[in-house]
């Protein structure tokens, strides 16, 4: 979550060199995990300084998720002052939250007081209005004010993201001056790549990457090398669009600015990445029909959080065994319908999901709008007609010698051919039709694809079978 | 791709403004879209000069692929050199391909030596080896030695998205001379945020970022404030792995070493960006049964690319239906069983495929390891039972009630309940096992998840039927 870049940590560099703490699979070596147990068991404060407060943030967030959770709280009371508080942004929420609520709020404030603002945010955001006041009660005033003017920003937006340690000089100060001012000036932010120029009244004027002024002479003004922000982030834009500019415009780092245009914080990318990854998953989970569950999640929390997907799915699989019962004179007579059944149902819901995913994909990466929606829509077709063509062929010429049956085969080629058209038809058109109304297709396309899917399966094949046998 | 960070584009940033050329949905606007036709059509090399030329990389690739195909060269001829090659970076495949097939290798080669290397080989690694050889032989020798180097590491490797520009001072220098360096050197890369420190035989020594060396003294060596590269990235890595390491370290760029720790170029996190979002995006096509499609493909291309995954499918669909013709006899007795049967197999699949794809989805962030595995397991297990026990309870009510039989009723309960615990247990552990054995678990879970739902969810429910009913 913070500090961009590795940070100067002398003295157990080597001891903290990620190899030591990781085996080949990436997961952390038991015999370390083992160690670091005794050493909690008998309070070796000296073991733990020197082994665990020497980690990354992110090696110390791996660590607190994989030791006993019992061991979590005694741990970081025992690294006292040496906790790097930054490393509870990297644990799964619940675990967080555990531990954070077991904390005394005078622990929290003191290392609260010590890490990144966006982090400082992180953390506090999920604790109750209570908690969060008696913490924010027990910070310096600037800090106090800072964080919670980050804090008043919606949820999921730039402002509740940012940093608010930023470098800002004046547009008339030249290169060397600004040089001299960084030298001297002790209260500058963990690390940076660029600085921004501002007027007296904190309106965003331009901004300087560190290259350029490495480059330019000592007299040389910096208005003079400045550029235009020209993607400032409004502190309101939610966090997911400001990703989208980060990546567009290959960005470190962007200006947050208020409704004034006053800068209030700068996003990085660091943060960005994490935004990136955490929307790539939540539409791989809502594919799959899952919510916002995380892996230390407990047995009736994922419960419940996956009976509504799992209750739609009931009602539509009713509804396509009602289409089935319409049938029952046709199936008595001919059972072969009834094992039949599925596979056309089915290819059809394998058919729809593929194209549903491309869309769904191709929706929440932009590249799929009215310029090429049409086009896109016609390919799909095109593809339906193409596959269900192969399948239908394949699937009529086995069912045909299977049950010693030619209209059987030519019955279930029909079906398979009608279902996988609706099946592209209902993959592409599903999702469009729910972005264009503003819901999220990665959500509730499934349902209704493979609603589509199985009642058209069914019907075609059954139908069919009825008429041409006249049952 | 490339230039971290936005350019300075003096004159016409104005014009250039992204609000000027997408609308509210993040679509180029249908106006400009116009404007830039006619222009091309009347051979208008002053318009595009000045409101195409003047688009920043990834607007300019999103023009290209708005306009109509036909349109393209035209446009990028009539830019001449005035277009900028990176674009073609931000463009699908094939229409990248189709434009370079198109290129004449002279005008190619030019535009090649204008970009940065990873760049240069991003488009070059997809020409055929005539071509690119052509092309390279046209180049100044040391960027020809350059894209060499870079194009001979292995496809998706670090080497081949590394940056062969970069800054690399001897740790002797002082801050001073480091400084005056820059300001006089010409050649230095487009832009950067930290500097390397090498021996004479280009072996890494350390980094430097370029905020520490602002806070310097002039007289301070650089030895004194560099730091060790904790996470130099082999050339050899694959580009997911060194993902992987900046996302864990929050890395801005990493220094790339050959086998024997020579300095050979820079991964930027720009590039980096992409590769989390290719890799997220490949999870999520796959677990969808997609292959490696682009939204311009052709109609057979991606016919084609569907028909294996379809085909798989097909043949557990027999599978299936396989086990369904065992209970023939039961079923021509009591037809309710062909009605509620597809119930029972359809929930089992959406509740595997619920686990699945958290299992999947944890093994690629690597969040599910040895450590939490076996507890994972226990907890799926868990949530399968609850769920089954909560499903089995209303679809057995509703089906007592449907065909007023309470052994319907409760055979279909049963059968619920026994395989919701199927599909708990193989949604986990089959992505555990294909983990294992070292196949991607994406790629092949859903198929055999689902046969485990399918053949489970009609032996149990139709197995107990002719059990209990004795048929």
Do not use: C
């Amino acid at each position: 979550m913070t500090n961009i870049d590795e940070q100067v940590r002398p003295g157990h560099l080597r001891s903290a060199e990620p190899d030591d703490i990781y085996d080949e699979d990436g997961s952390i070596r038991s015999d370390f995990l083992a160690l670091v147990g005794a050493a909690i068991a008998d309070r070796d404060v000296l073991f733990l300084r020197e082994n665990v407060a020497s980690l990354h943030e992110s090696e110390l967030g791996h660590l607190i998720e994989a030791i006993h959770p019992d061991q979590r709280l005694p741990m970081i009371t025992l690294l006292g002052v040496d906790f790097d508080m930054t490393a509870l942004t990297e644990v799964d929420e619940s675990i967080r939250m555990q531990i954070v609520d077991q904390m005394p709020n005078e622990q929290i404030a003191a290392a609260i007081g010590e890490i990144d603002s966006d982090d400082a945010v992180y953390i506090l955001e999920d604790l109750d209005q209570e908690d969060r006041d008696e913490i924010l009660a027990q910070l310096p005033f600037t800090e106090r004010v800072r964080l919670r003017r980050a804090l008043d920003y919606p949820e999921s937006s730039a402002g509740r993201r940012m940093q608010t340690e930023f470098v800002a000089v004046p547009p008339f100060w030249t290169v060397g001056q600004t040089i001299d001012y960084m030298r001297d000036e002790e209260e500058l932010p963990e690390s940076f790549t660029q600085i921004f120029v501002i007027d007296p009244t904190f309106k965003l004027l331009g901004v300087v990457n560190l290259d350029r002024i490495l480059r330019t002479k000592r007299m040389e003004k910096i208005e003079g090398i400045m550029r235009d922000t020209n993607h400032p982030i409004p502190a309101e834009m939610d966090q997911e669009e400001a990703a989208q500019v980060f990546e567009q415009y290959d960005l470190l780092s962007a200006a947050v600015v208020d409704e004034s245009g006053r800068l209030v914080g700068v996003l990085t990318i660091d943060d960005v990445v994490d935004v990136i990854q955490e929307e790539a998953e939540e539409d791989l989970m809502r594919l799959g029909g899952v919510g916002d569950e995380e892996l230390s999640d407990s047995i009736p929390e994922i419960s419940r959080s996956r009976v509504s997907w799992l209750l739609v799915n009931l009602l539509t699989a009713i509804l396509a065994a009602s289409v089935i019962s319409l049938f029952e004179a046709t199936i008595e007579q001919i059972v072969a319908l009834a094992v039949l059944m599925p596979i056309v149902a089915g290819m059809g819901g394998n058919a729809g999901s593929q194209t549903m995913t491309v869309t769904v994909r191709a929706l929440a990466t932009r590249n799929l709008d009215i310029h090429n929606a049409w086009r896109v829509v016609r390919r799909e077709a095109g593809v339906g007609l193409i596959n269900g063509i192969v399948f239908g062929l394949l699937i009529g010429l086995f069912a045909g010698l299977w049950f010693h049956d030619v209209n059987i085969g030519g019955i279930i080629a029909t079906a398979m051919l009608i279902n996988m058209m609706a099946a592209a038809i209902a993959g592409i058109l599903i999702p469009l039709l729910l972005d264009k109304i503003g819901a999220d297709p990665a959500v509730s396309s499934a349902v209704f694809v493979t609603t589509v899917t199985d009642i058209t399966g069914f019907f075609a094949f059954l139908g069919l079978a009825s008429w041409w046998f006249s049952i």
